[in-house]
């Protein structure tokens, strides 16, 4: 079982920064595969970014939204449960509910919501124009 609890939405002026954390209860997270999704007011989920599980053959691989690439980063430190999203150059059409995912299993299909088992609550990014 883990819990993820984001923090560190909030309100930013377009052209700004913010940086979202999640952190993760369990001691397995190197273990785990991280997601970010974001949904906005009348919109479905959408896939923002995620990093593969430590380790291995695809240790640390990340994968990202077009619109997202080159403004958004994704990485993790293993040794404080946390997986982190650096959001630059924020447009309006950013704005959002936030989440990240975890995914332990073989399932994982990176940019599938419905391949992950586990959600954090979400955090609110707003982008003012």
């Known amino acids: 079982q883990v819990h993820l609890v984001e923090s560190g939405g909030g309100l930013v002026q377009a052209g700004g920064s913010l940086r979202l954390s999640c952190a993760a209860s369990?001691?397995?997270?190197?273990?785990?595969?991280m997601g970010w999704f974001r949904q906005a007011p009348g919109k479905e989920r959408e896939f923002v970014g995620a990093?593969?599980?430590?380790?291995?053959?695809?240790?640390?691989?990340?994968f990202y939204l077009d619109s997202v690439k080159g403004r958004f980063t994704i990485s993790r430190d293993n040794a404080k449960n946390t997986v982190y999203l650096q959001m630059n150059s924020l447009k309006p059409e950013d704005t959002a509910v936030y989440y990240c995912?975890?995914?332990?299993?073989?399932?994982?299909?990176?940019?599938?919501?419905?391949?992950?088992?586990?959600w954090g609550q979400g955090t609110q990014v707003t982008v003012s124009s």
């Open positions: 995912a975890a995914e332990a299993g073989n399932r994982w299909i990176p940019a599938v919501a419905a391949t992950y088992t586990y």
């Open positions: 369990g001691r397995t997270f190197s273990s785990y595969a």
């Open positions: 990093l593969s599980w430590s380790g291995g053959w695809s240790g640390g691989r990340t």
